[in-house]
């Protein structure tokens, strides 16, 4: 603070005109004096109730103050330093300690108790290279510097792949509740890592063969400098959740689509199988019945059918001779499914009289016009003379390709 006195008269003409004078002189050099003793000794003279010329604190000049050392810099305004690199660089917890060239430092305090208890700065690397980075000192200390992110630093949506920008929650789908979504071909294109979703999947090119699934979700790992990539792909059929299927999906070029594979499990290993070009695309095993009798079908193409077949009187034709045997009369019948050519058979006969004889309950078979879906002539043959006309029954199994 400048303590000026009042000032005295202003010298008239007369006896004591000299010593007036001399009065004006003194009041003159203690106004000086005080002035003097009210200007800073420096840019950083922080003397409370000095005056503040041009560059004070870093303020008005084209160059702050440079800072030997962050650490115990305590006082607000601009200033510069130097990087951990430089030759000559600021001591303490240098913000950017690789750096060769300077930095802006802006700092900031509060006095909650003592002072200097409460500081913050904040530092700028002129060059832009390391970014901007800020720290506080409370009473526990200084914390660590840390770096403010640029918008441009950051990812611009959940498919930004550039390279080392920070992930948001949801970014490549992860962290979020829904899937990012992809359209169009995005299977037979290169995409990052992560968790997509689509719509229809059969609408979609390179997509697995199925039916229309809604809600698809694929998870992608790319490999080889994104040049391969497997995808795993969830089909979720709102409709229809048996028939949900799992496939991985094996991408030899970025441009081409996956080679699918199915996985198995519980919902799908019963249900209807098929082939594609020879590969399986089904279910596993196939089970059905009909009125012609019951089938099995196996993804690998086999087929077997099983047929109940009442043949009635077993002596309805001939008479007991070895020239001459029993025979039931000739039954057609159809298979439950058809084969894609006939059928290799297998019989076994009983009768309904189950008391008879064993010699009674022997037969053997012929069977004629066997074709991919029916035998048109079958007949059971008695091995013996005896007469027992309880009902025949046969019961046959046809093993064959239904693929």
């Given amino acids: 603070m400048v303590n000026i006195p009042t000032p005295p008269p202003e010298p008239v003409f007369g006896p004591d005109f000299n010593a007036q004078h001399s009065a004006v002189a003194a009041w003159e050099r203690a106004a000086l004096l005080s ?9 950083t003279d922080a003397t409370p109730g000095k005056f503040l010329l041009s560059g004070a604190f870093g303020l008005g000049v084209d160059s702050g103050p440079v800072v030997p050392n962050v650490d115990t810099h305590h006082t607000a305004g601009f200033y510069s330093g130097y990087g ?4 000559t660089p600021a001591g303490g917890d240098n913000p950017f300690s690789t750096m060769n060239g300077a930095f802006g430092l802006l700092v900031g305090n509060s006095t909650v108790s003592e002072a200097d208890d409460y500081v ?14 800020y720290r506080a000192r409370g009473n526990a200390g200084w914390t660590s510097w840390r770096r403010y992110l640029a918008s441009d630093e950051v990812q611009a949506d959940p498919t930004d792949a550039t390279a080392e920008k920070l992930l948001k929650v949801g970014a490549f789908g992860w962290g979020a509740g829904v899937a990012v979504r992809s359209t169009g071909n995005f299977l037979e294109t290169q995409l990052p890592g992560g968790a997509f979703r689509t719509g229809n999947l059969d609408s979609t090119t390179g997509a697995p063969p199925g039916a229309t699934y809604r809600g698809t979700v694929g998870l992608t790992l790319p ?3 994104g040049t391969h990539a497997m995808l795993l792909m969830n089909a979720m059929n709102v409709s229809s959740p048996e028939d949900n299927n799992l496939w991985l999906g094996v991408k030899s070029t970025g441009g081409a689509a996956p080679q699918w594979s199915r996985f198995y499990s519980d919902s799908n290993i019963l249900g209807t199988v098929s082939q594609s070009a020879g590969v399986p695309r089904g279910a596993i095993i196939e089970r059905g019945s009909n009125g012609n009798g019951e089938y099995v079908r196996f993804a690998d193409g086999t087929q077997i059918c099983a047929v109940l077949v009442n043949m009635g009187d077993p002596t309805a034709t001939g008479s007991g001779t070895f020239a001459d045997p029993y025979t039931t009369n000739s039954m057609s019948l159809s298979f439950p499914a058809s084969f894609v050519a006939p059928p290799k058979l297998g019989l076994f006969a009983t009768i309904s009289n189950g008391s008879a004889p064993l010699q009674n ?8 016009g066997t074709s ?5 002539a079958l007949r059971a043959h008695r091995m013996s003379a005896g007469a027992d006309t309880s009902d025949c029954t046969i019961y046959m199994t046809a093993i064959g390709r239904w693929n």
């Avoid at 002035?35 to 840019?43: A, E, F, V, W």
């Avoid at 309950?361 to 004629?368: K, L, N, T, V």
């Fill in 223 to 225: 490999a080889l400098s």
């Fill in 84 to 87: 951990g690199g430089h030759a």
């Fill in 372 to 376: 991919a879906s029916a035998v048109t």
């Fill in 120 to 133: 913050w700065q904040i530092a700028i690397d002129f060059s832009g290279g390391n970014g901007t980075k």
């Fill in 361 to 368: 309950r022997i037969f053997s078979f012929s069977a004629a």
């Fill in 35 to 43: 002035i003097k003793d009210s200007l800073p000794s420096g840019p």
